[in-house]
């Protein structure tokens, strides 16, 4: 017991912010009243709009045009995004970084193959999917990148692009189910995902911010 409180406090920052607090309060909240219904509805509720609010979409300038488009398989609604987003700046690359069979019939009949579509399969979860659109990155990382993935799914796809200086701009897209069991099974999952991560070094921080990339405008300084 002594050996395994030393290696979780091991992972805990030598400054934790107040950011961090009100996270770990929200989970201990959920985790305790899980078993109690309507408390869980409320922790539940609260939980999920904190993390599909936490990290919004960039504010794009039309003097930044976007280099790249990085889409995180999983959901089909994201490749939806990625089709419309692939109409208006049609000089970005797309990488759709583990996509499913439905997401992949769903780009063979809505965008044509073009020279700066790339589909990787080989990423099984959010750590690789940041591994290795870093990989195929690494060359030619510059210029205004976006990550397209859920809206609650943000917060941990950040952090883990954080974690390898992979900077990309966030643009979640609203897909959280209605239906209270679905929305509770995705907020399990991502409380899961940011814990997990962090304490086993996938990620710096428990709970990332997004903070720059080559979305944003340059301005130049006089002098």
């Not at 797309?94 to 193959?113: H, M, N, Q, V, Y």
């Not at 992979?166 to 399990?188: E, G, K």
Request: aromatic share 10%; charged share 20%.
């Amino acid at each position: 017991m002594y050996y395994a409180i030393r290696v979780f406090t091991s992972r805990l920052p030598a400054r934790i912010s107040v950011e961090s607090i009100y996270v770990s309060g929200h989970i201990a909240f959920a985790l305790v009243f899980a078993i109690a219904p309507p408390l869980k509805a409320i922790a539940t509720k609260n939980l999920a709009t904190y993390l599909e609010t936490r990290i919004p979409r960039i504010e794009l300038h039309p003097e930044v045009p976007v280099s790249g488009i990085i889409v995180l398989g999983g959901y089909h609604r994201r490749v939806h995004e990625a089709i419309k987003l692939a109409d208006q700046f049609p000089e970005a690359e797309i990488i759709f970084s583990g996509p499913t069979d439905k997401e992949l019939a769903i780009l063979s009949e809505r965008l044509p193959t073009t020279r700066g579509r790339i589909i990787d399969r080989r990423p099984t979860n959010t750590y690789e999917n940041a591994v290795y659109s870093h990989e195929l990155l690494k060359p030619q990382l510059e210029g205004c990148w976006l990550l397209v993935t859920s809206a609650m799914h943000m917060p941990r796809a950040m952090s883990v692009f954080n974690a390898l200086d992979v900077p990309v701009a966030p643009w979640p897209i609203s897909d959280t189910p209605r239906s209270f069991d679905d929305q509770h099974a995705w907020l399990s999952h991502e409380l899961m995902g940011l814990v997990g991560y962090w304490f086993i070094g996938r990620t710096r921080e428990l709970y990332s911010p997004y903070r720059s990339s080559g979305c944003h405008r340059k301005i130049a300084h006089e002098g």
